[in-house]
């Protein structure tokens, strides 16, 4: 599949535009369209659904607990301190001098090549020994290790057959910046300057402002680089007002800025983006237990939403990928078109107790659980006050809640969606591009269609419009010869059309039409209602 057709779709039917576009848009910000705003919407709201309101029964048939909050994008900055994203929110850059530009250091890939002997490096980890420096270096920017081998490769040989490269060149490894010595000279990725590159350095991902009138240093706030800080740091508010008992989870969908330096792919990295996040609650016994619920839960979700198994991925991150504070981190990968390897959709974290406890430390607030049923159970036990209370301020009655945390991007779930349904195939010998769209998340379930614009149709089909729309987003169309306008929904991923033609007017029937299969059949149009909510709704 390419992704300039997917690209050129999007912004032609109204999905997805670059954000201010008639200035010449603002790199890694996107506007959403009449059908992409569609699409997002089902999108989150299929996962508010299926998580919060009527989550998956857990694994002994027992009613999961879920609320939702919405919390605020600016927050007390004492947030990030505590979250440590003050500290360490940081990717290691590196600027050119000569045309400015900006790459993350573990995105850039280095190509080395040497004349005469090859030397015995160390290929593990930084290649500090020897004196030998590369007589050649070539870079690129990828997005992994085979599709820079790719690009590097290819640029090797326009190289060599452009006589601009000896060919006597040989190649002896290939390393990001990170990990070389800091007397090789590196070519830019971009301009091809050598030893314009500089050091790779720190660069802190989160987007800074001042609240209020003054702008200095005591007014300075961030936009939140994620949800789920608002969920933790509200976590004793919700406890008290709840009185939920654990386990259970705080669910939140909402805007998160991060600064990327490198937007890329579309809307799979960006500088604004949806994240739909859980902070699942749980004893520190029974962590792995939700863990494992909350992988199988996530995996099923995007399949029954249309996502091929195939391409859906479950990766459990390597000891030395996880976070310090993580136990085990379990991403969800999509094989996207543009990456040879599939790429993070969603990543379910065991978190343990870091968050809660980082918060308590910082805002000296205690955000410790109390198990009252225990309490009640036990306090009979202690033979007097003062025994009981000391009991009672430590496990097993009091403890920090360990999180099993779901984070998934809504913007990168559209992506795949949208990626998953593209399709180009052929009607009655004539091509056509259709988004197969799941039901669910299509942007429009069913498109209203007169034959012709004349002889009564118009109004009949205006008054099932009018019924329909009460229940689903519906679609009235009346412009151009019906072929085209069946090929615009397939474009769409409208699932049903339904036309009223000359036979309409006779029985009062109405030809309905299946995207995916083109299927005609007929239907009583008192019946088109009940037979939509028959095909849409088991899926709805
Ligand atoms: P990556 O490694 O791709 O930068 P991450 O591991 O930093 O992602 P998390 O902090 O785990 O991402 O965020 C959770 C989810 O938020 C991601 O799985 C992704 O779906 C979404 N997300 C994160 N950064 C972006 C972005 N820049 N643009 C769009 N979605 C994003």
């Keep these: 599949m390419d992704m300039e057709k997917l690209v050129a779709l999007c912004r032609r039917r109204g999905f997805i535009f670059q954000s201010s576009e008639i200035y010449g848009g603002i790199s890694g910000f996107w506007d959403y369209g009449p059908l992409g705003v569609e699409l997002k919407r089902n999108i989150k709201e299929a996962w508010w659904n299926d998580m919060v309101r009527n989550p998956p029964l857990a694994p002994g048939g027992e009613d999961i607990a879920m609320v ?18 003050l500290g360490g929110f940081a990717d290691q850059m590196l600027d050119c001098k000569k045309c400015r ?29 020897d004196s030998w420096t590369p007589t050649k270096t070539l870079s690129c920017e990828a997005n992994d290790t085979n599709e ?3 690009i590097l490769q290819a640029m090797h040989k326009r190289l060599v057959e452009k006589k601009k490269l000896r060919p006597s060149l040989e190649f002896v490894t290939h390393q990001t910046p990170l990990d070389v010595p800091r007397r090789w000279k590196l070519p830019c990725p971009d301009c091809g300057d050598e030893g314009e590159l500089t050091e790779p350095r720190s660069f802190n991902l989160m987007f800074k402002t001042w609240v209020g009138a003054v702008q200095d240093d005591s007014s300075v706030a961030y936009l939140r680089p994620e949800t789920a800080q608002g969920i933790f740091v509200n976590f004793r508010n919700v406890l008290d007002s709840t009185r939920l008992k654990l386990p259970f989870g705080i669910a939140q969908i909402g805007k998160a800025f991060r600064n ?11 500088r604004e983006f949806e994240q739909m996040e859980i902070e699942f609650f749980c004893h520190p016994d029974e962590s792995m ?12 979700w995007y399949t029954q939403l249309g996502i091929q198994s195939e391409r859906l991925r479950p990766r459990e991150q390597g000891k030395e990928e996880l976070a310090h504070y993580s136990i085990g981190t379990t991403d969800i990968e999509y094989l996207f078109p543009f990456s040879e390897e599939p790429q993070e959709l969603e990543g379910v974290a065991h978190r343990g107790a870091y968050d809660l406890t980082q918060h308590a430390k910082f805002s000296g607030k205690d955000l410790s659980y109390f198990d009252e049923q225990l309490w009640e159970r036990d306090k009979s ?16 009655y009091r403890f920090m809640p360990h999180v099993i945390e779901p984070s998934a991007g809504a913007d990168r779930f559209a992506l795949a969606v949208l990626c998953e349904a593209y399709a180009e195939d052929e009607i009655g010998g004539e091509a056509r591009t259709v988004l197969r769209f799941h039901p669910r998340l299509a942007p429009v379930k069913a498109a209203v269609l007169p034959l012709v614009n004349k002889e009564g149709m118009p109004a009949k089909a205006h008054a099932l419009y009018r019924q329909l729309k009460g229940s689903w987003n519906v679609f009235y169309d009346d412009k151009g010869a019906i072929g085209r306008r069946y090929r615009r929904q397939d474009e769409a991923g409208t699932p049903y059309c339904v036309t009223i033609d000359g ?28 037979e939509l909510r028959r095909r849409l709704e088991p899926t709805l």
């Design 68 to 85: 939702g909050v919405d919390c605020s994008i600016i927050m007390n900055p004492k947030v990030w301190e505590a979250s440590g994203h």
């Design 148 to 150: 820079a081998f790719s």
């Design 260 to 270: 990327e330096i490198n937007p890329r792919n579309y809307i799979f990295r960006s």
């Design 289 to 300: 237990k939700w863990y494992q619920y909350w992988r199988d839960v996530r995996i099923r």
């Design 101 to 129: 530009k900006r790459f993350r250091a573990d995105k850039v890939f280095c190509y080395f090549l040497t004349e005469g002997p090859i030397p015995m490096l160390e290929f593990q980890g930084p290649l500090m020994k």
């Design 503 to 530: 036979q309409s007017l006779q029985d009062d029937t109405v030809t309905m039409r299946d995207r995916d299969t083109t299927q005609q059949w007929r239907v009583p149009i008192a019946a088109v209602a009940d």
């Design 381 to 396: 036990k202690y033979p007097d006050a003062k025994a009981a209370q000391e009991a009672k301020s430590k496990e097993p």
